[in-house]
């Protein structure tokens, strides 16, 4: 009865659906057929379902609204994914070393308000009417030269300007999968992969992650096992790992795709925080199965929402008859200000100074965490993130379950793993992590579940 539930309030069974019949159910739930008899007759007698006799047993219930926490695994608060950011969202006395964001005294604010300044004296098109579906075309020619300093060949009308990273993702789910579709991601991997892909219901599959891409071998057995439609993943700087792809995991993975007609999508988000270039799976495939994102929240402003996404040229007209349809037009405003931020020479000179910090930060953070017996998975070549090993018998939830007595926010590993095997890890943001309270409240916790 609970599995049949949770498959109606996942939307994995509608109304006027089928249930499986008897005998199958009861062979992919080990009971017998009669038990499942009995719990179709209950079911039956709520109201939930219906039987048509000769025919089988039918969802009658009209659909509930749709809750990601219903149909994602009951996880505790303190590593909810959900409850984790809006706690790190929300305005107050909070230290958020779990965040995924750089402080906003770490962004070029005084950059951003010449432009907004700048902005303001604009053409009155620009301050009140909707941008074109593409997207301003200056900003686009500015993106194609960009990406081609990393080997991504794409021209300005195979780039689509969206709100947000997110909603890149989002409008490629739409376009790509039906529910039921199974998706590849890495395990761990940025955990609103997790939910919204919950949201377009798909089945969602995890990869383990090494430190040069994911387990290719578990790469292939997953395509061959669950024929997934899509593959999600961080290439330069993995979140939450650090992790960056090595030229020869990418051209296996490629293959495997190519093979199996998989497509790729490679959020690039963190592409600017980069010291070192790393390779990219869409300068290796030619935008033919990858699909490249990217935005500017992480690196410019999180309040400024402005992302892109660049595809094969074939599929921008349906990608953008379904951001007309979720979202109608492009923002004039925010790719004005992000335009005027990329070409006035103020934001290469805030990444050159953002590097050095990180760069410290990480460092700094390192040394902090090893005294307390915590240990980096890998150390990143560049990035926010440090993805830690606590000491042994150490749970991460009871970690920060204790911190967050502290008003401290932290971000347990499993919240960013699928197959729920990294209870002893912790997701480090070294940018939000240099005040000492942090690591004080670290201390008292240890050293309380250790006792």
């Known amino acids: 009865m609970a599995e049949i539930r949770s498959r109606i309030s996942g939307r994995g069974l509608v109304p006027g659906a089928r249930l499986p019949s008897v ?3 009861a062979k992919a739930m080990h009971v017998s057929a009669s038990t499942v008899v009995e719990a179709y007759e209950r079911l039956a007698a709520e109201g939930l379902i219906r039987s048509r006799p000769g025919s089988g047993f039918y969802v009658s219930t009209p659909l509930a609204p749709l809750s990601l926490s219903e149909i994602g695994p009951k996880l505790d608060r303190a590593i909810d994914p959900f409850w984790v950011s809006r706690q790190a969202l929300e305005e107050g006395d909070l230290l958020k070393p779990g965040c995924g964001w750089l402080p906003s005294s770490w962004m070029p604010e005084a950059a951003i308000r010449r432009a907004l300044r700048n902005v303001s004296r604009s053409e009155d098109r620009t301050l009140s ?3 074109t579906p593409l997207g301003s075309l200056q900003l686009r020619q500015v993106l194609s030269r960009r990406m081609g300093e990393h080997g991504i060949a794409a021209a300005p009308d195979q780039i689509i300007l969206t709100e947000s990273g997110t909603q890149a993702i ?3 789910c739409r376009f790509l999968i039906e529910p039921g579709d199974a998706v590849l991601v890495d395990d761990p991997c940025y955990f609103n992969f997790h939910a919204l892909l919950r949201a377009h219901r798909a089945k969602v599959v995890g990869v383990p992650m090494t430190p040069a891409g994911p387990d290719i071998e578990a790469f292939g057995k997953a395509i061959e096992e669950h024929k997934p439609r899509l593959y999600i993943t961080n290439s330069a700087i993995h979140n939450p790992t650090g992790a960056t792809l090595s030229p020869v995991v990418a ?12 497509t790729v999508i490679e959020d690039d988000i963190f592409a600017d925080l980069e010291q070192e270039p790393a390779p990219r799976l869409a300068a290796f495939d030619g935008l033919d199965r990858v699909v490249h994102i990217g935005s500017f929240s992480k690196t410019l402003s ?7 996404i660049a595809a094969r040229l074939e599929w921008v007209e349906g990608l953008l008859d379904l951001k007309i349809a979720t979202s109608f037009a492009a923002g004039r405003l925010s790719s ?3 335009l005027l931020l990329l070409t006035d020479g103020s934001y290469r000179k805030h990444l050159a100074e953002l590097h050095v910090r990180l760069s410290r930060a990480m460092d700094a953070t390192t040394g902090r965490l090893a005294a307390l017996g915590i240990t980096p998975w890998l150390q990143p070549r560049a990035g926010l993130f440090l993805w830690c090993r606590l000491p042994n018998g150490i749970e991460a939830t009871d970690v920060a379950r204790a ?3 502290d008003n401290i926010v932290l971000a347990p590993g499993n919240a960013f793993s699928l197959s729920q095997n990294a209870g002893s890890f912790l997701r480090f943001n070294v940018a939000q992590s240099e005040d000492a309270r942090i690591f004080r409240s670290l201390e008292r916790a240890l050293d309380a579940l250790r006792q």
């Open 403 to 405: 911190c967050l007595a």
């Open 129 to 131: 009417d909707y941008g």
């Open 23 to 25: 005998r199958a159910f």
């Open 251 to 262: 051209h296996r993975l490629l293959k495997l795709a190519d093979l199996a007609g998989l």
């Open 336 to 338: 004005e200000l992000v």
């Open 302 to 308: 999180a309040s400024v929402r402005c992302g892109f």
């Open 170 to 172: 989002d409008l490629l």
